[in-house]
Structures are given as structure tokens and as C-alpha cells.
């Protein structure tokens, strides 16, 4: 019997795969060229996935750029890793969420996010420490002040408002600056004290200055504050200044009011302040200020306070049902329950705001 052989019918084209690929992939311009993104929903993610999108915008706003530019950070061996490498390995270490220089070994291995850096190698935490020391701490400062102050000076041009305010870092190692002081969370617990300064709504941070924890109060935010506000342009200045009862001292308004800039600041309810209110509550010319609270102006002279000021007095009322926790002085047990304010009483919580406008 005679063997037949069929052949295969010859294929015809192929799909033009790579055509579908861009058509569903998503193109990115960074360091190390074009790159397309695809996603795939049915693989496991990696929390560095998004990282070509911020590269990209690394690399139209020219920040990265800018940043390496001006860095004080200087080499003369040619045996020394460059300046991109360092600072790149830096910043993937902190973007990986890093808080320790051992750290940055876990990201070595990355053969994909560094070259889209334009970055050569991922150096080692020995290279990171040594490049820190090299630098100067008074030329360090002024270079990330600037570097930071590039990122949002263009925003400044429409109005916008500053606020201030404190913030407690507990800390459980031996730093520079740890020292016991104000901590409402865990007392008697040293930490640092972060004084922050930003664009109220956005939280686009403008600068933060890091102190020992016994430097918490307003005063010591006076002079780094307005050396920041000097090196501003006036024309970008803030329509006003914001901040908590703690920023509303004396020394703080005086500081704005020498330097003609607006300020709104929460009082303390002290003794005098509690008799403004008081005064205040039987008069009749509340208006509606939003938000269920209602408001009335005045103007008051407190205690060590060169001149009287205008302030703003807040009332809310309170729900007819509110939650009351207390404490046996015997066993020490504390209990709560809720108590009923009666119809011919109306209870309300306050506010007192005090502003200037110049």
C-alpha cells in the first residue's frame, strides 16, 4: 500500500501583534527612553508599578534634572559612583517606603526602574552614608530649600493660604534632638518636634523644620517661619496666615502684623476670653457663618497683649443627647452614658477666632 503524505496547508500572515500591543499599552517618556505599559489585571501587582508615571514627570518638569544640577555633592575619584546613581538610589528607596540605610539593599536587584532613572547602577548604603557625610549641613539645607522651593514657587501666584502647624514624633532610638518634652500620646517618651508649613487645602508641604521635642511652642517657629516668608517674593506672599491656638500669642501676631500679613488664629478659652463670650451670648446680632455655626465680632485686650484686636466668637449648638464619661474617685472605674438636655435649654460649643486684616 502506497503511504500518503499530507502537507500542511501553508499558513497565511501573521497578526500584527506589536500593533495591538500599543494600541491597549499606555507610552511613558523617561531617562532611559520610551517605554510601554500594559496591564494586566489577571498577575499579581508590585507596589512599584506606578513609578514610570512619576519618572516621567521627573523628567518633563526637569526636576530630577535640577536637582542633580545644583547638588553640592562633588567627586574627583573616577572610581566614585556619579551623582545620579547616589541620589537616584536615594530617592527609589525612599518612594519603596524605606527608614533605614540597610534598607536599600532590597532594591539592587531592581533591573527595571533604575535605567528608566538614567541611572547606571544602584549603589550600595556604605556609598549612600559616605555621600551624606561629604556634604556640607549649611550648603545640604540651602540646596534642598531650593530644590523644594522650585517645585511649587509657580503656585504661589494665585491666592492661597499658609498654614502652620506642630506635629509630635515619638522616637525610640538614641538621635540628635531626642528629648523628652510636650507628647499627649506617650508621655515622658523623647521625640522630635516637626514644624510644618504648607498651602491650606492642597497640603502641598512648603517646609518643614525638625526640632527637639522640647521646642514645640510657637516661639520657636517664629524665626524659621518668617526667614522662609522673607525669601519669598511679596507678590506670592499668602492672602493670610493659619494656625491652632497654640500660634495664637502675642509675639506671633506682632511678628505678622510688622511685616503687613493677614493672620487667622484660634484663642486659647481662657478666664478673659470665657467673659468675651459670656458678654457676647446676650447679644442678638449673630449671623449665620455655615456649617450649622453662627458668628458674632467684637474687639478684645487680653492679658499681655500690646492692643486690642478684632476677634470672632463661633457658637454650634450641641445635640440634645450627649455622651458624658465618669470617673469613680474610689475604684477608679470609669462609666458612660449619655444625658439628655431639656427642651427649654440650649447648649453651645464654642470657638474664638482672632484676625487681622491688612
Keep these: 500500500m502506497a503511504e500518503i503524505r499530507l502537507k500542511?496547508?501553508?499558513?497565511?500572515?501573521?497578526?500584527?501583534?506589536?500593533?495591538?500591543?500599543?494600541?491597549?499599552?499606555?507610552?511613558?517618556?523617561?531617562?532611559?527612553?520610551?517605554?510601554?505599559?500594559?496591564?494586566d489585571h489577571a498577575t499579581s501587582v508590585t507596589p512599584m508599578g506606578q513609578l514610570p508615571f512619576f519618572i516621567e514627570f521627573l523628567k518633563r518638569t526637569e526636576l530630577f534634572d535640577h536637582l542633580i544640577a545644583t547638588c553640592p555633592l562633588k567627586y574627583i575619584s573616577p572610581n566614585a559612583p556619579k551623582v545620579c546613581d547616589v541620589l537616584g538610589t536615594i530617592l527609589l528607596s525612599v518612594l519603596s517606603g524605606h527608614t533605614r540605610y540597610s534598607h536599600i539593599t532590597t532594591i539592587r536587584t531592581d533591573q527595571v526602574n533604575a535605567p528608566l532613572l538614567g541611572m547606571e547602577n544602584i549603589v550600595?548604603?556604605?556609598?549612600?552614608?559616605?555621600?551624606?557625610?561629604k556634604l556640607e549641613k549649611k550648603d545640604a539645607a540651602q540646596w534642598l530649600s531650593n530644590a523644594l522651593k522650585n517645585c511649587y514657587l509657580e503656585m504661589l501666584s494665585i491666592p492661597w493660604v499658609l498654614d502652620v502647624d506642630t506635629t509630635v514624633k515619638c522616637l525610640y532610638g538614641k538621635q540628635e534632638g531626642a528629648i523628652v518634652g510636650y507628647n499627649p500620646k506617650k508621655p515622658g517618651r523623647p521625640s522630635h518636634t516637626y514644624h510644618t508649613y504648607m498651602i491650606g487645602a492642597t497640603r502641598m508641604i512648603l517646609d518643614v523644620a525638625v526640632m527637639p521635642g522640647n521646642e514645640s511652642a510657637a516661639c520657636h517657629t517664629l524665626p524659621h517661619l518668617f526667614s522662609w516668608l522673607d525669601n519669598v517674593p511679596k507678590e506670592k506672599w499668602?492672602?493670610?496666615?493659619?494656625?491652632?491656638?497654640?500660634?495664637?500669642?502675642?509675639?506671633?501676631?506682632?511678628?505678622?502684623?510688622?511685616?503687613?500679613?493677614?493672620?487667622?488664629?484660634?484663642?486659647?478659652?481662657?478666664?478673659?476670653?470665657?467673659?468675651?463670650?459670656?458678654?457676647?451670648?446676650?447679644?442678638?446680632?449673630?449671623?449665620?457663618?455655615?456649617?450649622?455655626?453662627?458668628?458674632?465680632?467684637?474687639?478684645?485686650?487680653?492679658?499681655?497683649?500690646?492692643?486690642?484686636?478684632?476677634v470672632i466668637v463661633m457658637r454650634r449648638k450641641i445635640?440634645?443627647?450627649?455622651?458624658?464619661?465618669?470617673?469613680?474617685?474610689?475604684?477608679?472605674?470609669?462609666?458612660?452614658?449619655f444625658a439628655g438636655i431639656g427642651e427649654d435649654?440650649?447648649?453651645?460649643?464654642?470657638a474664638v477666632l482672632v484676625v487681622v486684616s491688612i
Design 8 to 39: 500542511n496547508h501553508p499558513g497565511g500572515e501573521k497578526k500584527n501583534t506589536e500593533s495591538e500591543y500599543l494600541k491597549n499599552s499606555v507610552a511613558v517618556d523617561t531617562y532611559g527612553g520610551r517605554v510601554h505599559i500594559e496591564w
Design 124 to 133: 550600595s548604603e556604605d556609598s549612600v552614608r559616605r555621600a551624606l557625610l
Design 238 to 310: 499668602p492672602e493670610f496666615i493659619r494656625g491652632d491656638c497654640g500660634f495664637g500669642t502675642d509675639a506671633v501676631m506682632q511678628a505678622c502684623e510688622e511685616r503687613f500679613v493677614n493672620y487667622l488664629f484660634k484663642l486659647k478659652q481662657t478666664k478673659n476670653v470665657k467673659r468675651f463670650i459670656v458678654k457676647k451670648m446676650v447679644e442678638d446680632n449673630w449671623e449665620n457663618a455655615g456649617q450649622g455655626w453662627e458668628a458674632c465680632c467684637g474687639e478684645v485686650k487680653l492679658m499681655g497683649w500690646m492692643q486690642s484686636r478684632k
Design 319 to 337: 445635640k440634645k443627647e450627649i455622651g458624658i464619661v465618669s470617673k469613680n474617685s474610689l475604684t477608679g472605674q470609669t462609666s458612660f452614658q
Design 345 to 350: 435649654i440650649d447648649a453651645y460649643e464654642h
